[in-house]
Each structure stands twice: as C-alpha cells, then as structure tokens.
C-alpha cells in the first residue's frame, strides 16, 4: 500500500505571498484573487444597497420583498470569502484532511440562500395575489420636490439591480474558470437579483397603471426560474457532502476525469484491472485508485512500489482540481466504477442527464 | 481544463443572453408605453378602482370617527375639526360634495376596505394599527406632547415635587408619570388651572398661557387613510396635505381650545 499522502510534485508549492494558494495551479491563483475581489466588491454593494433601501423605503410593504432578496444575497459572497481563507490551511490534528470541504459547506449555504430567496418570492407574491393586496404608494417630497414615491422605488432598485447585471456576468466566466461551485451559486444568485428587480420595476410601473396584481404575477414566473436554480444547486451540494461522484461546476454532468484516470490506469501494462473512485472535496478532488497488479509486477524487489509512485504522479499530472490520491494494491476490484465491466447489483446507475 | 466544458459554457451563455435581451425588449417596452401615457397627459398613477375619476364632480364619501379635536361630532354629522375642515376643503378642491358616514375606526377601516367609504378621518397616527389595511397619507403635521409652564420660571430637574396638570385619564397622564418625577394633577378641565404647569399638546400652549419646557412626552405623526391601492386617489390626497402646516396648526389651535 503506497499511500500518496504527499502534495503532488507538480502542484506548484512555492507558496505565494500571503494568500498560500497551494489548491490551484499558477495560472488560476490570479484569477482566485480576481473573484475574492469581485465577491468584496458584491458584499460591499449589496450591502449598501441593503441601507439605503432601508433607510429610504424600509417601512413599505412594496418594497420590503427586494430587502430581504438584497439581504439574502449576501450570503454567497460571505460564504465564498470564509471558505476562500479556510480552505488553504494546512492539515492539523483536528483535520487531519485539511479544510478544503468548507468550499462544500459555503457551497450548501449559497444553494441554500439560492433556493430560500427563491421560495420567498413566490410566496411573497403569491400571497398577494391571493389576498388581492393591492400596493399604496404615494408621494414623498425630496428636495423640496414632489415627487411620486413610485419612481424613487424605481430608482433605488436599479441602484441595487443594476450592477448585479455586470458583477454576474463577471462572476461566471471565473467559475467556469476556476470550475467554482459557489463562485457559479453566487452568479446565479445575482442574476436572480437583477430578474426580481426588473419584475419589481414592471410591478410598480404596472400598478402605476392600476394594475395592482403586476408585479405578483411577474415575480411567480421568475421566481419558479430561481427555485430550479436554489434546487438543482441544493442538490449538488447535499451531493458533493455525500461523496457523489464529481460534477462539473455547473452540475450539468459527471466531471469527465474519473473516466479519463480509469483508461489511464487500465492502458498500464502491469496492471491488471484498475479502478477509481473520487470524491469533491470542495475545491478539489481526492480519492483512490485500486490496481490488480499482474503476476510478473509483484515479483522484484521494490518495483511494485516505484510503479506505484508513478503511477500515482501521471495520475495526478491530468488534472488540477485531483489534489490527492491513494494508490491501493488489490486481489479484487469492489468498487463500482464508470468504465468497469458492470457486476450484477453493483454497476453504477446509468448517467443521469441533468436539467 | 477539458475542452467539452468551455463548448458548453459558450452554449450556456447564448441562451443566457437571449433571455437578458428578452429583458431588455420588455423593459424597452414599457417604457416606451409609458413614456406614450405620461406625454399624452394621462392620469399617472391611476386608481385600481378609479376612486378619484368617480369622486371628481361627484360625491366622496368620508368616514368620521369622533376625535377632538380632529374630529368632532354632534350627532352623526361633525360639526368641526380640524381633519373635517381640511377634508371639506380638498374636496373643494376635487370638486366633490361629501358624504359623511359615521362609525367606529374598525367600522370604517372594513368599509373601506369594500370600497364603501373613499376617506377617513380619525385622527389616526401613523402607528396605527390599521396600518396594513389601509393606506396612510403620509404624515401631514406631528404635534408633540409637552411640559408647558409659565414662561420666566424655573423648574427642578424632570419637575421633582412640582404639580402638573394633565387631563384626567389621558395617555399624557401615564406619561406624565413615568417619565417625569412631577406630580401628577389629573384635572378634568385644563382651562381651569391656566397659567399652571402642565402636560399638554404643544398646539394648546399659547391658549393656556404656557411655553414649552423642552420637556418632551409624545410625539405623533397625523395621517389620514384611503383604500389600499387607490394611488392616484393617494397622490392627490398628499400633494393637497403637503406644505399646510402652517394652516393646520392653526387650525388646530381653534378646533382644540379647551
């Protein structure tokens, strides 16, 4: 038994100034430190709009619903900025596996936060509709000026909307990058934002119009499209804490390296039969690698070890996000893996096409 | 990174685009609709039920809940009050003849509720607790419950042992005591001890001969309330309430005359 319990030579582990990001590979670290940036940049925002909502219009019921969305929203960012300092540490006697899972647990929170703002405005809007409650606004006088409160609802909206457009845009093209679950949560998170508020603004230029129930309506159907997004990403993450196999970042299918490490350990011609198994944890992934050496390979002295060892580095050269593995020497493979011969009861479940 | 994932990524985004353009069409649209309404001079905000094209030239029916000195009936009719005199007013305004309908605050806020009464006057606050079955105006005047003395005396410290008057069974007594360490002369008639310390609205100071001590008890925010939704009902409501401190405060001083 070889475990590979060392960080991997390629990884590179000249550790960078203060932010030690050993997880990712150079050219990624830059881009790690952009999405820190962005997520400071949303919390900061969001936080002012947070205020300003609810210093100008907190006590109106209208707008109320777009506080608490803004609220809610500042949960992916906290999420993403605790797991990032987190996750680097080393392994300690406490966590002998190191912190990478907190990229899981910040992962749960920003679906869950996802999946509640989701629900929120779908009952929030439903329950108006079915009560019939139809919104006041007034006017407010600003400056000296009378204005109707509508558009100053209007304005604030856009205020909080408005750069969650960009920061989105933004935020999704480094999780495609960095394959970042909570980075990706984070940027379906404010694009819900953006598609609550451009419904609150129709809403309120509709109920301008007398037409109370708008806004109600406008919300149900975007806030359905939000609680399949909270939903598919619950689902991935209460998936990743339960060792499912690796999904790409976007949940959309099985991460196709299981596959790749399992052709790579079956074309080596002293192994007999080799399978393996991966898990998520967080940001990268570990597992193990089970081989049926052949006969000749387990005769001489000490080559089965150096086979092992490099066995295990050509693994760990195909992929990044792979962080560690343990190589494991068997008489018989159990375990049930993608490209093996399926055994009665124990072949895995045919790939399931994700929404 | 594996190739299959940016071919994804870029079928992704096209999709996401093409809703976010959908966006942009809709809101491009209403605003071009209502920049149309706004330059044709329509009415904006309108009223869900039209309450404010029904009552212009029509009749406009005002609830009246007894409230001196805001509102103040003699029979089921108000004879005064400083909310019954600035309704007649606006609906001078809107060219409406009222219609007073007499009943409890509930009674009132229900009716309104069904549509049956377009106004309320009540001397209602803005913490009442009709407050989501209703809408308030927003505030039109804040009077303040005060210590008022004889100017040119001084005071100990919260009134330590001196007398104040205050009417008998008010919230102003209960305040009165609880935050001041005066003691408390509940009286049934104010008029009566002109001239001596007492705890009362700051509208009614002058009339009693008294300055404010700084001594500050209550505050209220005076609203009146229409049915929910009827904004353009609202809006002209609150343009006509704005800017008239200054001719409800003395309205005020005259309906509250002790």
Known sequence: VTPDDRRPEHHDREREGPSREFELPRELVDQQRKAVRLEWITLAYMASAVVLLFLTLGQSQAMKAAWIEDLLSLLPPAAFLIASRLRNRDPSEKFPWGLHRAVSVAYVFAALALLVMGAFVFFDSAIKLVLAEHPPIGVIQLFGQEIWLGWVMIGALVYSGLPAVFLGRAKRKLADDLHDKVLYADAQMNRADWMTVSAAIGGIIGIGFGLWWADAVAAIFISLDIVHDGWKNVRAAVHDLMDARPRRHDAREYHPIVERMNEAVNRCDWVEQGAVRLREEGHVFTGEVMVVPRERALAGDGELLDRLEELADHLLSLEWKVYDIVIVPVKEIDIPSPTMPSRAGKSPKKEESPA | ?258
């Open chain 2, 1 to 258: 990174m594996a190739l299959p994932v940016s071919s994804l990524t870029g079928r992704e985004t096209r999709s996401h685009s093409v809703s976010r353009v959908n966006a942009g069409v809709r809101t491009l649209a209403l605003s071009a609709v209502l920049a149309v309404a706004v330059a044709a001079g329509c009415q904006y905000p309108r009223d869900p039920d039209g309450t404010l094209n029904r009552v212009d030239g029509g009749v406009m029916r005002v609830g009246v809940s007894e409230s001196d000195p805001w509102v103040v009936m003699e029979g089921d009719e108000p004879s005064g009050g400083a909310e019954v005199e600035l309704a007649r007013s606006f609906a001078r305004d809107v060219g409406a003849r009222i219609e007073w309908v007499q009943g409890s605050e509930e009674e009132l806020v229900d009716a309104a509720k069904e549509g049956q009464v377009d106004l309320i006057l009540a001397g209602l606050t803005n913490k009442s607790r009709w407050k989501k079955d209703v809408a308030f105006t927003r505030p039109y005047v804040e009077t303040r419950t005060v210590v008022g003395a004889p100017g040119g005396r001084s005071y100990p410290d919260d009134f330590e042992g001196v007398p104040v008057a205050v009417e008998l069974g008010s919230d102003e007594e209960g305040l009165l005591e609880q935050r001041t360490d005066a003691r408390v002369t509940p009286v049934t008639d104010l008029a009566s001890r002109r001239g001596e310390p007492a705890a009362v609205h700051d509208y009614l100071l002058d009339d009693l001969g008294l300055t404010d001590t700084g001594t500050e008890l209550d505050k209220s925010k005076h609203v009146m309330a229409v049915k929910l939704g009827e904004n353009a009902f609202l809006v002209r409501l609150e343009r006509f309430l704005l800017n008239r401190e200054d001719e409800i405060r003395q309205l005020l001083t005259r309906e509250g005359r002790p």
